[in-house]
Nanobody, 124 residues
Framework: QVQLVESGGGLVQAGGSLRLSCTAS????????MGWFRQGPGKEREFVAR????????DYSESVKGRFTISRDNAKNTVYLQMNSLNPGDTAVYFC?????????????????WGQGTQVTVSS
């Protein structure tokens, strides 16, 4: 069993930055690929970023590429999402998740565990 807890969300002006963190319980964090998804008002949950088990590979949705950076620290059981140049379109609840394989980590159905989400609101 893995429990994930996100933090770092909040209200920020357009052009600003936030860093989200997701800390996992248990000793198996390093055996999972990790991902960030988001769900905006009235929208479906969408893929944002993924990172492989040891952090060697990362991937982003086109909408955040060049602005967001995913990273992980397996010694701290934590995955991060650094978000720069935020715009109102990034407003959403952000979820981190643990997936068994990096190759499947763009698909929310392939995730075994999810955090409760953290709200990010970007004002214009």
């Amino acid at each position: 069993q893995v429990q994930l807890v996100e933090s770092g969300g909040g209200l920020v002006q357009a052009g600003g930055s936030l860093r989200l963190s997701c800390t996992a319980s248990g000793r198996t964090f390093g055996s999972y690929a990790m991902g960030w998804f988001r769900q905006g008002p009235g929208k479906e949950r969408e893929f944002v970023a993924r990172i492989s088990r040891r952090g060697l590979y990362t991937d982003y949705s086109e909408s955040v590429k060049g602005r967001f950076t995913i990273s992980r620290d397996n010694a701290k059981n934590t995955v991060y999402l650094q978000m720069n140049s935020l715009n109102p379109g990034d407003t959403a609840v952000y979820f981190c998740g643990a997936a068994r394989t990096y190759s499947d980590a763009t698909n929310s159905d392939e995730y075994d565990y999810w955090g409760q989400g953290t709200q990010v609101t970007v004002s214009s």
